[in-house]
């Protein structure tokens, strides 16, 4: 049974950064790793992938401003969140996209004056 963790989550200011991390059991961490978020009455989204091998993709409103990295040795990702914006507001998840497994709880991300 895989658990996925996210933590790093928490209120930050417009401009303002954080960093997030993802850790998990077993084998899912051989493959492509992915970044979400699901927003208040919105769909969960995918915002950023990255290869074991480390080719990154980002969606187009989180482009530049994130960064999405990963640990093979310690089944971990990572995502270096900076010049956030109130709409990056959301709960953030991790997953592989290539293939789903239960979700993790979540870390809620919080952009406020």
């Known amino acids: 049974q895989v658990q996925l963790v996210e933590s790093g989550g928490g209120l930050v200011q417009p401009g303002g950064s954080l960093s997030l991390s993802c850790t998990g059991s077993?084998?899912?961490?051989?493959?492509?790793m992915g970044w979400y978020r699901q927003a208040p009455g919105k769909q969960r989204e995918l915002v950023a992938t990255i290869t074991r091998g480390g080719f990154t993709t980002y969606t187009d409103s989180v482009r530049g401003r994130f960064t999405i990295s990963r640990d093979n040795a310690k089944n971990s990702a990572f995502l270096q969140m900076n010049s956030l914006k109130p709409e990056d507001t959301a709960v953030y998840y991790c997953?592989?996209?290539?293939?789903?497994?239960?979700w993790g709880q979540g870390t809620q991300v919080t952009v406020s004056s």
């Open positions: 077993g084998s899912i961490f051989s493959s492509a």
């Open positions: 997953n592989s996209p290539g293939r789903l497994v239960n």
